[in-house]
């Protein structure tokens, strides 16, 4: 850091050191992509859209919802909360993954033809779009509406002496004891700013020498970030104004000539070797070296200076195209604590799961889950059907049968208070057989995955991370019971979420629970090859990602263009949250010109541009975006009149399908494909309200008419009927 007064004119910069260069993780938008397709075709260069600006425009559609005055107010505060946590974990992982490759000299083009260089700048410009039209929105819209309900988001000068002198009371007890004031001068370098963290700038005169000095004083996170100001706690205000407004306590003697609020946002990215000895403690020491990567985003309040302004960047070492100008408060993600608040005449109706009808008991009797599932396939759709009374159930049942010899699960990410771990730790402190593969370098979940993975192995579970080099993301639970005749028999769960009570709550996602043998018998096989040394690879009953997932699903493509050219029956039905990979748009290209039709349903990245003569004439794209995020994973084939479909927790992504444990299973049960197909009807009617996204790369929302259904909250009403 620079030593240099805190006006002073930069000294000449030294040699960066060579940046190292690493795959990036995070979810949803996790790895740095190895291109499957080596950049464009020379046939048809445009025929993919850039995957980053696809995400912001994702992202986009969250803020369209925020915007929505259809919707309950506290719920479009939720979406501008999103938009900004969103939009945080975008700058960590994949704006980072680029600066990197910017700094490596690396300038291999991307798919659709931009230089890391060239696809920067426009993500710049489409970031600074969208935020522009989030702080505008708060500003202009969600404040006003939150106020008139008597919720106010305030500032300093807003408040009556009776509520300044409570503010006082609880800044000299509770804030000034912690706040450590960082000067920058030639004895003090520039402090170190921790990512996401928020700090305000300080310029304060010394009234003997009347000389500026600048100073840095961060946010302590010890209380709320928005406090509330009265008893009714409907009046709230930002911490960051208390503080400043006693900053003359903070300086004494000093002369406060300015303050305004900064934030940083850094390179989280974790580089750790697929070859050292033990990945626990690596991944350990690499998770405290997180917080030192790069600057990559500096946000300031609008009334910063621009001499403050010059200094952060210089000091932060990042370009003012990187500078983020916004009102004050800074970091809108806060509005999560508004959304939260007890206002139910501001939310949407409040929805309890349903019991699956399978599952169902009595007070006097529960549900046998092994006796339903030796009856049929279960299929579960979450958060419609309730995880708790289902999967959660399953393994909780397991755990406590003393005819259970072995419980098998994988976990990727899972709740803080986890009954599903409380209950592998039972099952193990019992005498079970308990495996586990814990993926504990599931982005900013490595903390609590390596802490549940020393509870499992304190417990006598075994615990594995997987296979080197590759993620394990399947989401996969087997259970092995003796029945009464002293057979073993194989139980299964496969899903399309996390084995998480808390998400299963607020992300659409899919399950089968299934007593099949075969089904049983490869997702026993898949265990022993993630906890052993297999080489078994051929599975009758799921795709495996990286051995057949790909080859299958191109096979299953294929066949559908082979069916139409031969005049029979032929579709596709994709249900997925990204839609990236080039050789599976490829393949998907030439089924549409074979004459297939193909209906894609993609939440979020979608690089493939449908409805283009001669390239995509068959397909359309929808987005669907609402109340519960959507998140399940299927593939329905016509096969001329023989229906194969599948769901599982791999999306159409490089990383899913080549450096990622995944998983699909085939659901061969008539009433779970029918229910799985009327889903897919139900997204596609002409009444749903939903995202068309165009051949032109635009995505636009079904306009406002009479009769436009919202498909979730029709699935909350069917749930709420058959409780």
Not at 104 to 132: D, F, M, Q, W, Y
Not at 239 to 244: F, M
Not at 485 to 505: E, F
């Amino acid at each position: 850091m620079s030593t240099a007064t805190a006006w002073s004119e930069p000294a000449e910069p030294a040699e960066p050191d060579p940046p190292r260069y690493a795959d990036e993780t995070m979810e949803e938008i996790e790895d740095e992509e190895v291109s499957s397709a080596p950049g464009p075709s020379p046939r048809l260069p445009d025929r993919f859209l850039d995957r980053e600006l696809s995400w912001l425009d994702f992202n986009a559609r969250v803020l369209a919802l925020a915007a929505d005055p259809d919707l309950p107010l506290l719920e479009r505060v939720r979406f501008a909360a999103i938009f900004s946590r969103n939009l945080d974990e975008f700058f960590m992982v994949r704006v980072a993954a680029l600066r990197r490759r910017v700094a490596a000299g690396i300038t291999v083009v991307s798919p659709t033809g931009a230089t890391p260089k060239e696809r920067l700048t426009r993500l710049g410009e489409a970031a600074h779009r969208l935020v522009e039209r989030h702080s505008a929105l708060f500003a202009k819209d969600l404040a006003p509406a939150l106020a008139e309900h008597g919720l106010t988001v305030l500032r300093w000068q807003d408040l009556n002496e009776e509520e300044r002198a409570r503010m006082r009371t609880l800044f000299d007890e509770r804030m000034h004891p912690v706040l450590t004031p960082l000067a920058v001068d030639p004895a003090h370098p520039f402090p170190y700013i921790s990512g996401l963290s928020l700090n305000l700038a300080v310029v304060v005169c010394d009234e003997k020498t009347g000389a500026d000095h600048f100073a840095r004083v961060k946010v302590p996170p010890v209380l709320p970030r928005l406090l509330p100001v009265d008893d009714g706690r409907s009046r709230l205000l930002p911490i960051e104004e208390v503080i400043e407004a006693h900053l003359g306590e903070v300086f004494p003697g000093m002369r406060v000539i300015e303050s305004s609020t900064f934030r940083v946002t850094r390179n989280e990215d974790l580089e750790v070797d697929a070859d050292v000895e033990n990945l626990l403690h690596a991944l350990e020491r690499e998770l405290s070296r997180r917080r030192f990567g790069a600057a990559v985003r500096l946000e300031v309040d609008e009334e910063m200076s621009d001499r403050v302004l010059d200094l952060l960047a210089r000091e932060l070492d990042i370009s003012m195209q990187d500078v983020y100008r916004v009102p004050a408060p800074l970091d809108l993600g806060a509005l999560w604590a508004v959304a939260d608040m007890e206002r139910s005449e501001l939310k949407s109706p409040g929805f309890v799961p349903a019991t699956h009808p399978a599952l169902r008991g009595t007070e006097d009797s529960p549900a046998d889950i092994f006796a339903a599932m030796r009856k049929t396939d279960i299929l579960l759709h979450h958060p419609y059907d309730s995880f708790t009374a289902s999967v959660q159930a399953f393994i909780e049942q397991a755990a406590a049968d003393p005819a259970v010899h072995a419980i098998k699960l994988t976990l990727y990410r899972t709740s803080g208070e986890s009954a599903i771990v409380d209950a592998l730790v039972d099952a193990a402190r019992s005498g079970k057989q308990v495996l586990v593969v814990v993926e504990i370098k599931a982005r900013f979940d490595e903390q609590a995955n390596i802490r549940w993975a020393r509870e499992l192995e304190q417990a006598g579970c075994h615990v594995v991370y997987g296979l080197v080099g590759l993620k394990t993301h399947c989401k996969l639970a087997l259970v092995v019971r003796a029945e009464k005749d002293g057979r073993l028999h194989r139980y299964v769960h496969v899903g399309t979420g996390n084995y998480n009570p808390k998400t299963a709550r607020a992300y659409e996602d899919l399950g089968l629970l299934t007593a099949d043998e075969h089904v049983g018998a490869d997702v026993a096989d898949l265990f022993n090859h993630l906890s052993g040394y297999t080489r078994h690879r051929d599975y009758d009953t799921l795709l495996v990602a990286p051995d057949t997932i790909r080859p299958g699903l191109l096979d299953l493509i294929g066949a559908e263009a082979r069916q139409a050219a031969a005049g029979r029956p032929s579709g596709i039905s994709i249900k997925v949250n990204s839609l990236v990979d080039e050789q599976m748009i490829d393949a998907l290209y030439d089924a549409s010109l074979a004459g297939v039709p193909i209906d894609l349903l993609v939440r979020g990245m979608c690089s493939l541009r449908p409805g283009v003569p001669g390239l995509s004439p068959t397909i359309r794209v929808r987005s669907i975006l609402g109340r519960f995020l959507e998140h399940s994973r299927i593939y329905r084939f016509v096969n001329g009149g023989d229906v194969a479909t599948w769901i599982g927790s791999a999306d159409l992504m490089d990383r899913n399908l080549d450096r990622r444990v995944e998983a699909l299973v085939r659901v061969t049960d008539k009433q779970a494909r029918d229910a799985l197909e009327h889903l897919l009807e139900m997204a596609w009617s002409p009444d749903s309200d939903h995202w068309t996204l165009g051949a032109d790369g635009r995505w636009e929302r079904t306009a406002r008419r009479t009769g436009l259904v919202d498909m979730q909250a029709v699935l909350v009403q069917r749930a709420r009927e058959n409780t």
